[in-house]
């Protein structure tokens, strides 16, 4: 079982916006602005999307943006486009000795 | 632009031991934080362990999934992180990503290709 949750599954039309959600607790999410999220085609390596909750790294498109409030993080992307179905990792800071927590992953189809 | 490519990879026996190797490229190697993670076969990502740069005492942090077991070390000359795995479980079976680490933000801004560690008798 993932320290994070996250839903196992989204889905949306080309166009539509979405919002994959990743809830923690006060140790991690909660309590640190160190929310990451990673983008993951089938067989490739993960990519960053999102860093310290809301920030985009050079290249990626401003529709991915990332927000948080309480306990819960969530990545939104605006204007679905085909190549953004793939798998959708959050992770963030956690002060317990484990560091560096992660979700499940969350499979995003575009219909 | 930054390039990881892991290598080290292959099939072992439980108990035994594998060296995997991250060579990099593309960035001041020894200013960095480097970080392993890895994901079973058809499962999500999981943190392996860091090494901090030498200017925050090289020192280094793992999952208790592989603490005692796992050693991760760096050699700034040639630009390479290392991740000695020692006394394999089958559980240990993933493929293994070295990734560019950004300690202030807790997140990995580049990962490498992978290498896939398969761990059974």
């Known amino acids: 079982q993932s320290a994070l949750t996250q839903p196992a599954s989204v889905s949306g039309s080309p166009g539509q916006s979405i919002t994959i959600s990743c809830t923690g607790t006060s140790s991690d999410v909660g309590g640190y602005n160190y929310v990451s999220w990673y983008q993951q085609h089938p067989g490739k390596a993960p990519k960053l999307m999102i860093y310290?909750?809301?920030n985009r790294p050079s290249g990626v498109p401003d529709r991915f943006s990332g927000s948080k409030s309480g306990n819960t993080a969530s990545l939104t992307i605006s204007g679905l486009q085909a190549e953004d179905e793939a798998d959708y990792y959050c992770?963030?800071?956690?002060?317990?000795?484990?560091?560096?927590?992660f979700g499940g992953g969350t499979k995003l189809t575009v219909l | 632009e930054v390039q990881l490519v892991e290598s080290g990879g292959g099939l072992v026996k439980p108990g035994r031991s594998l060296r995997l190797s991250c060579t990099a490229s593309?960035?001041?190697?020894?200013?960095?934080?480097m970080s392993w993670f890895r994901q079973a076969p058809g499962k999500g990502l999981e943190w392996v362990g860091f090494?901090?740069?030498?200017?925050?005492?090289?020192?280094?942090e793992y999952a208790a999934s592989v603490k005692g077991r796992f050693t991760i070390s760096r050699d700034d000359s040639k630009s390479i992180a290392y991740l000695q795995m020692n006394s394999l479980k089958t559980e240990d079976t993933a493929v293994y990503y070295c990734?560019?680490?950004?300690?202030?933000?807790?997140?990995?801004?580049?990962w490498g290709q992978g290498t896939l560690v398969t761990v059974s008798s």
């Open positions: 992770s963030s800071y956690t002060s317990s000795s484990t560091l560096v927590v």
């Open positions: 090494i901090r740069s030498k200017a925050y005492g090289g020192t280094t």
């Open positions: 990734t560019h680490y950004s300690l202030g933000g807790s997140y990995a801004g580049y």
């Open positions: 310290e909750v809301s």
């Open positions: 593309g960035f001041t190697f020894g200013d960095y934080a």
